[in-house]
């Protein structure tokens, strides 16, 4: 994709610097060619911002999410259970202590919401794109661009784009195999002239059993991209369609850990030991089920106390279908015009075998559901106009999205059989607790102007946005209907870059963001009840951050980095506490809690130290702390958390990779140090800190083959990789983290041609 094409698809009006173009030479396998610098420090920028490009992504273990890419950036907080950062229940993304939800995500523009499990407004990046489709993945720390279609950014932003096909014919195949029966196949083929219509399909497939316990994981991706010239102007389109199953793994407490071990699972496939389970839970009361007499007198066995300490099975299905056409255009020398619409649909499901309601027939379980449908129609665009030494742009963005979310029940077959397979979807349920039609409106604008005064640039701008939330109860439940919007015409960015010389470059900026509400009953003002809703939906502030940033950058052929600072102000924090056991969904209490200070340091780097050898390292110091302690509506107080550490914000985060690539024979080592975590709002539970190192090593066999060696976790640490999967409490210990894979190694075949 040219320097040109990457604006247009990302509406910002200073993506100028060169690295952040996409070129159409780049190779078949996604690499770069020699000499090329596969991470960039956002040369005249405005804020902090770096660049992964393909050559990167390349050497990860193939299939790997985009998103573990990014994590040896700075003050970027990456965690996923397993060795590919694909398992959405575990993976998480924090930058500058702001979580997941907090954050923008899209995909060559196409807004892909806050990328969380079960997601209202979007879908994960990997299922969306492969990663050898990607060419460049662009994270903004701070608030990010203006022109970014996100109402989430009130911290960063990630922005990943795609290849554009070659213009010539040109095929690609990868095959991988490796530990946990892991398979994986890509292919793509190309077709393309110069000057005329070019085009690219590929299909990917990927399985890995799980590590522990029993299940697989695998996806089947499909994804095609065409770029037509229409005299002066230029059209693209993308489609994708992903199908994506996981069985899960069970969430664990620090209890649990000490119990019964890093190797603890779910039961599945052993139906017989999951129902005795259920029976004692139900005859102990400990589920709230009707007691059972199967299990009368009888104690848990081993090291179990309770029926959560491990379910029959669960499992996260997702079908997903994305489509997207473009144009831009010049319509004059110093006017360029540029239309992107788009449209997403997805049919997903979370499930559970739960304890907690039986099945008709008198199987002490049943199989728990939270499903959802996601039909979402949009359209974004952007307007530059270039007058000398000043560039204005003006853009826009609406969306019309519909999302259905349902919780149902569905039987067992009989106490000794299952007859439920949690990797296909369920039908004909026995009950339906409840069912919601979500109607959410976006529009968005945003104007910037950008100024050159010699080695001096300028930004100035603002977006604002009013974002409409309304649900209607299908089968109603506790929780709320109603409309409540989310409305701020006017959230300002400034910011300077000031090339000090030609290598070095001094940059601040200043950027206020306000989220919109989310549309769901897991999350946002309609997990609440209808009593709670009525009473917030006049009241509730939408959360809002002012991000200031200070920093200075230097590039040369051998030497490239970055320094910053920053202050972070967050204000309106909402805090929905949950009520219950995460298996249970019981309504939260969502209120406005106050505000945090984030203040905090960056440095990363990159040096070519001759031979092939290359060394990049990065470092972040975060300090975010709660401002204000939490008090219910009535003024009792409910968590004395002023002046404690954010959740899952590791004060320190340190990477390093040593890589080398000199004719035939290229590798990497890298080493991922993260400090403590809390997962407990009163900072009462924490997890210790870890250090990781990942390794791969290739040999180019002959031109456009090659065979590639990965491995993770390569010294086999043990750890906890997620924390907050169940959400955090405000203190004691929770059933809410995830193990991480062990030592696990694969191999790798590519061939281009």
């Known amino acids: 994709m040219h320097k040109f094409s990457a604006f247009l698809l990302s509406t910002t009006a200073f993506l100028s610097a060169p690295a952040l173009a996409q070129d159409a030479a780049i190779p078949a396998d996604g690499a770069a060619a020699e000499g090329d610098a596969i991470v960039v420090f956002g040369k005249g920028e405005t804020r902090q911002v770096q660049e992964v490009k393909a050559a990167d992504i390349a050497v990860l273990l193939p299939g790997t999410s985009a998103i573990r890419a990014i994590e040896k950036l700075p003050s970027v907080n990456i965690q996923a259970a397993d060795a590919f950062g694909n398992y959405e229940w575990s993976t998480r993304v924090t930058i500058r202590s702001f979580n997941q939800n907090q954050l923008g995500f899209n995909f060559d523009g196409i807004p892909l919401g806050d990328m969380s499990y079960g997601n209202h407004n979007g879908l994960h990046i990997s299922r969306i794109v492969s990663p050898e489709n990607i060419g460049v ?289 369920p039908t004909n349920p026995f009950f339906t607790q409840w069912e919601f039609d979500f109607d959410t409106t976006t529009l968005q604008y945003f104007v910037e102007d950008q100024i050159k005064l010699g080695q001096l640039k300028l930004n100035f701008g603002w977006k604002g946005f009013k974002v409409t939330n309304e649900a209607t109860a299908v089968v109603k439940a506790s929780f709320p209907q109603g409309k409540i919007d989310a409305t701020d015409w006017f959230q300002p960015h400034v910011g300077l870059a000031w090339a000090v010389t030609d290598k070095a470059e001094v940059f601040a900026g200043f950027t206020q963001a306000t989220r919109a509400f989310a549309s769901a009953t897991t999350t946002g ?92 390292a990065s470092y972040s110091y975060t300090d975010a702390k709660y401002r204000n302690d939490v008090f219910n509506l009535s003024g009792v ?57 990942d390794a791969s090593l290739g040999y180019r066999l002959t031109d456009g083959i090659e065979v590639q060696l990965n491995a993770t976790n390569l010294l086999d640490k043990q750890y906890i990789a997620t924390i907050g999967s169940g959400g955090f409490g405000n203190s004691g210990d929770r059933q809410t983290l995830l193990v991480a894979a062990p030592q696990q190694f694969f191999v790798t075949l590519k061939a281009g041609f």
Do not use: C
């Open 137 to 425: 993945v662009r994270v903004s720390q701070g608030a990010g661009a203006i022109g970014t279609q996100s109402t989430n950014n009130l911290g960063g932003t990630v922005e990943s784009f795609s290849i554009d096909p070659l213009d010539r014919a040109a095929a690609q195949v990868n095959a991988t195999y490796g530990s946990k029966n892991t398979v994986r196949g890509f292919a793509r083929l190309n077709l393309g002239t110069a000057n005329g219509l070019r085009g690219f399909v590929s299909y990917g497939f990927g399985s890995t059993d799980k590590y522990k316990g029993n299940g697989v994981q695998d996806q089947h991706m499909v994804n095609a991209k065409l770029v037509a010239p229409l005299g002066a102007a230029t059209l693209d389109a993308w489609f994708s369609y992903s199908d994506r199953r996981e069985q899960d793994y069970q969430d664990m407490s620090l209890d649990m850990l000490s119990r019964l071990g890093y190797g603890w699972d779910n039961t599945y496939p052993d139906y017989a030991r999951a129902i005795l389970y259920a029976d004692i839970g139900n005859n102990r009361g400990d589920t709230g089920a009707p007691i059972s007499n199967a299990a009368a007198g009888k104690v848990y066995p081993g090291a179990v106390t309770s029926a959560d300490d491990a379910y029959y099975d669960a499992a996260g299905l997702r079908k997903d279908t994305v489509a997207a056409i473009g144009i831009k255009s010049p319509l004059d020398e110093n006017l360029d015009v540029a239309l992107r619409g788009y449209y997403h649909h997805n049919r997903g499901m979370g499930l559970w075998a739960t304890p907690y309601v039986p099945s008709p027939n008198g199987v002490p379980m049943s199989m728990r559901t939270t499903e959802y449908e996601i039909d979402r129609t949009g359209v974004f665009g952007s307007v530059k106009h270039v007058m000398g030494d000043n560039t204005l742009t003006v853009g826009g963005w609406w969306e019309t999205n519909k999302f259905n979310q349902a919780r149902r029940f569905y039987d067992f077959k009989s106490r000794t059989e299952a007859g439920r397979d949690f990797r296909e979807f």
């Open 525 to 616: 003002p309609f997990s609440t009840n209808q009593t709670g809703f009525d009473a917030i939906r006049n009241t509730l502030k939408p959360e809002s951050s002012d991000t200031y940033e200070l920093g200075a950058r230097y590039n040369d052929p051998v030497f490239n980095g970055v320094l910053g600072v920053y202050l972070v102000n967050f204000h309106n924090r909402l805090l929905g506490a949950a009520s219950g056991p995460s298996i249970v969904g019981s309504p939260s209490v969502l209120q406005n809690v106050g505000s945090v200070r984030s203040v905090g340091f960056e440095a990363a780097g990159d040096v070519k130290l001759g031979g092939g050898l290359s060394l990049f």
């Open 637 to 693: 107080l409910l968590a004395a958390i002023k002046d404690k550490t954010v959740v899952d914000s590791p004060k320190h985060m340190i990477r390093g990779e040593l890589s080398y690539d000199q004719g035939p024979l290229f590798g990497r080592i890298g080493v991922n140090y993260m400090s403590k975590r809390f997962f407990t709002y009163t900072n009462d539970r924490s997890v210790p800190g870890r250090a990781i190192v």
